[in-house]
């Protein structure tokens, strides 16, 4: 069985615990690897060692050119890799082959994008008194930490490490105990490409212990953090208290739009695959579906004819949904299931479960429910599971106000042909992104992405989270 060490100044490593946990695929609850149980004196190693590296080590040195080529470097050799990492990430996860293959080029193509962008992002000149020249730099913070759930761990590796590294910062890195494994065959690619001592650390364990200790570490200096909105407000407080910054993103109950003039035939794969990808399990999850009423129920049955149509199967048999992450991920959807049945929601359709699956998996049907009142815990609450919600509505005035009526506000849809309507209603979400007669759940690395209220904020992806890993000093110069 293969064991996982922790990477730590350029070195894999036991933990000092000398404990393990378990690494379990959710195809068939059975054990494949372990992973080290990180303790507080390896989360201390790691920051120390990341600190070395910002202040005086190698990594310190390089030029911003230098830190795009290793970044670039980094992300050909993970599409050199990429079947063989398509097969632990789906393995890992549970998620269908074809879902971790595109999540494996979508890391590569971060570290591609912020390789590019290192050296782009150039400072500013600000017109000042007479004899004054002013200018802003942008300097990275130091050591930033990074944790990342379970369910897009290549995808989240890249996305929370390229643009920290890209602007020069020294990495620690805790990822979901429940799925680690490219996380860490990445960082071993990392190494093999020549990053820096110190510059990537990587410690695996347990979210309540080693997370919790490395977002109170008193010797970092930023943290970037996806997960829930429970943990998220922890990190939120150790954030606080070291006076430092974070970046939180925290999910959502992403609404789509779909207006009686909608083209329901261009929408319809959208409005499946946003609910279907991964299972559910993402953040931007496309997971309330609102219809006019006056197309309501031309449109209900088409949707309900796709979902019945929807096949559940382990990762290599690549279905259209694989298992869920674990049994508690199950059981959690599966309760939400229950208690819309009980509470009298119909179920409009549901998918099939292959023949041949493995006996012990966590596999939960895409399940379609409507009409769902709006102040049902199915329209309100984030499931994170293949569960979606259709809910009616009649004006543009009141799909507004549904739309922005949960706690999260993190991605919409708005499908209409009417440009006025288009713009009118994209303008009035009250999220981070919108998407107009189209829905990417997750995608689009060029595209800033976070939420408000409950969903979190601060800016991944795109420029915007290069801005959030530095921060700038204003220099004064008097040339009289
Ligand atoms: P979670 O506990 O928030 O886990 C996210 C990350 O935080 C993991 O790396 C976790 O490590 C770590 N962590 C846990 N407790 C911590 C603490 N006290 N301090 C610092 N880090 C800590 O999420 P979950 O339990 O895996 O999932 C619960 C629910 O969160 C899901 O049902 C879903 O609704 C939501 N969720 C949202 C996203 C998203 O993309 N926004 C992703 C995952 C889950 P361990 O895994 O080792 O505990
Ligand atoms: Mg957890």
């Known amino acids: 069985m293969e064991e996982f060490k922790n990477y730590i100044n350029g070195e894999w490593i036991h933990s000092t615990s000398k404990q393990f946990v378990d690494v379990l695929s959710p195809s068939d609850n059975k054990v494949f690897a372990k992973i080290q149980n990180s303790n507080s004196e390896d989360v201390h190693n790691a920051v120390n060692s990341a600190r070395v590296a910002f202040e005086s080590g190698e990594w310190s040195k390089l030029t911003a050119v230098d830190r795009g080529r290793l970044l670039c470097k980094l992300s050909d050799k993970i599409l050199k890799n990429k079947d063989e990492l398509a097969d632990i990430e789906a393995k890992d996860t549970g998620k269908p082959l074809k879902q971790a293959k595109a999540d494996i080029i979508a890391s590569a193509r971060y570290f591609e994008f912020y390789g590019g962008a290192a050296d782009k992002v150039h400072g500013q000149t600000i017109p000042f008194m007479n004899d004054y020249f002013v200018s802003i730099l942008r300097e990275p913070h130091g050591v930033t930490a990074h944790i990342i759930p379970w369910n897009y761990p290549a995808q989240m590796f890249g996305r929370s490490l390229a643009p920290a590294l890209a602007m020069g910062n020294a990495v620690v890195m805790k990822p979901a105990e429940e799925a680690c494994l490219?996380?860490?065959?990445?960082?071993?690619?990392?190494?093999?490409?020549?990053?820096?001592?110190?510059?990537?650390?990587?410690i695996t364990g347990i979210g309540e212990q080693a997370g919790a200790d490395l977002s109170n570490s008193n010797d970092i200096n930023f943290i970037s953090f996806t997960g829930s909105p429970e943990v998220g407000t922890l990190v939120q407080i150790a954030a606080a208290k070291n006076h430092i910054g974070c970046v939180l993103e925290l999910g959502g109950k992403s609404p789509q739009l779909v207006f009686e003039d909608a083209n329901i035939e261009a929408a319809l794969p959208f409005l499946v695959n946003a609910i279907v990808q991964n299972g559910g399990q993402t953040c931007s999850a496309g997971s309330r579906l609102l219809i006019q009423k006056s197309v309501y129920d031309k449109f209900v049955p088409m949707i309900a004819e796709k979902f019945s149509n929807l096949t559940v199967g382990s990762h290599s048999m690549d279905r259209d949904c694989g298992a869920l992450i674990s049994l508690k991920q199950k059981d959690r959807v599966l309760s939400f299931i229950d208690r819309a049945l009980d509470s009298g929601i119909k179920k409009l359709a549901s998918g099939k479960f292959s023949s041949d699956l493995p006996e012990e998996g966590f596999y939960v049907l895409p399940t379609l429910f409507g009409p769902v009142p709006r102040d049902h815990e199915l329209a309100k609450d984030e499931v994170f599971g293949p569960v979606l919600s259709i809910i009616p509505f009649e004006s543009e005035e009141e799909a507004i106000e549904i739309a922005n009526e949960t706690d999260y506000g993190l991605v919409a849809g708005v499908w209409t042909n009417d440009g006025s309507r288009q713009?009118?209603?994209?303008?009035?979400?009250?999220?981070?992104?919108?998407?107009?007669?189209?829905?990417?759940?997750?995608?689009?690395?060029?595209?800033p992405f976070g939420g408000v209220k409950k969903s979190g904020h601060g800016r991944e992806k795109g420029f915007e989270a290069l801005y959030e890993f530095c921060s700038t000093k204003t220099l004064v110069f008097n040339h009289k």
């Open 423 to 447: 713009l009118r209603v994209a303008k009035a979400m009250n999220c981070g992104q919108v998407f107009i007669n189209g829905y990417g759940a997750g995608g689009g690395i060029e595209l």
């Open 182 to 202: 490219t996380p860490l065959k990445i960082t071993q690619l990392a190494h093999d490409v020549g990053f820096p001592p110190g510059a990537i650390n990587v």
